[in-house]
């Protein structure tokens, strides 16, 4: 490929390797790079790319300096690593290889006010960013996610967004710009919120058909497709359902799987910020107990 990629991604998890991939079939050309790390990260992104059918239009890059000079002007590099300070270092070795006018995206599940602190230091050196929260997964990631995106510079890559979002009952792209600072990760951290509601909900459902009805696992599943066929259909049930199909030789899997949920962080902060604002969120605050309560099992 020549050496102007029209963006940029740096890390190649489950997540990147779907974007990169989501974005490569929609017509981008992209360069993509991964971090070196002697007898644990070689040569990630260059093995990516090889194995990959898109080698014309993709370049994997090790070497940052590299991977910068490869993007055309006005530079848009999309980060997927994970949140927090791994976020802060990557910035603070991209920063020195930019120029104003540049566009860096955290597409992680960053804390808002952690993206207004980015957003304001990069634009004293007049650097675009954007917060945008990528809800779908790493299946959603390469099939279509939804983006919820807040910062600046987001013409520079509203067209590439919309054109890897899934897409609503109307045909319109699940991709909008929300509003200033870190308004779409925000909305992304409200958004976790809700999903631990609904997640919980189906394992209460679960639990008293299971246990009070002596209902089996194969036919809760039949009944959680049966309301897949109403406007209770959602993504979540779904998965659900295939997981109570699964076996484990003669045994339903659900029986061996230690009933233990972790979190990301997003579930307690939007308690928090409700906390903050004096808004009632009950449902979600006993969801994310609930996950405390379940941590507490070995």
């Not at 058909?209 to 049930?237: G, H, K, M």
Request: proline share 3%; glycine share 12%; net charge negative.
């Amino acid at each position: 490929m020549n050496s102007h990629a029209q963006i940029g991604i740096i890390g190649l998890g489950a997540m990147g390797q779907g974007l990169a991939l989501n974005i490569v079939e929609k017509g981008y050309k992209i360069s993509v790079f991964n971090r070196h790390l002697d007898g644990m990260e070689e040569n990630v992104a260059q093995d990516f790319v090889a194995k990959s059918e898109h080698r014309e239009t993709m370049a994997g890059f090790d070497e940052l300096n590299s991977f910068i000079q490869s993007l055309a002007a006005p530079r848009k590099i999309l980060l997927l690593v994970s949140a927090g300070a791994a976020v802060d270092e990557v910035i603070e070795s991209l920063t020195p290889l930019l120029n104003a006018g540049d566009l860096i995206i955290d597409g992680g599940n960053s804390h808002y006010r952690d993206t207004d602190r980015r957003l304001n230091d990069l634009k004293t050196m007049n650097i675009d960013y954007l917060g945008a929260g990528i809800s779908g997964g790493p299946d959603g990631a390469r099939q279509g996610p939804a983006i919820m995106v807040g910062g600046t510079g987001y013409g520079k890559v509203s067209d590439l967004l919309c054109s890897i979002a899934t897409q609503d009952k109307s045909g319109k792209p699940c991709c909008d710009y929300i509003g200033a600072g870190g308004a779409g990760h925000y909305v992304k951290m409200v958004h976790n919120g809700i999903e631990y509601v609904e997640m919980q909900l189906l394992a209460e459902v679960y639990q008293i058909l299971r246990y009070y009805c002596q209902v089996e696992p194969q036919e809760i599943a039949s009944i959680f497709n049966t309301w897949r066929e109403t406007d209770l259909d959602s993504y979540l049930l779904k998965v659900t359902a295939d997981i109570l199909t699964q076996m484990d030789g003669d045994e339903p899997f659900i029986d061996k799987v230690l009933d233990k949920a972790g979190q990301k962080g997003t579930g307690s902060w939007s308690v928090a910020s409700a906390m903050d604002l004096g808004v009632p969120s009950s449902t979600i605050s006993e969801a994310l107990m609930a996950r405390y309560l379940s941590k507490m099992k070995d």
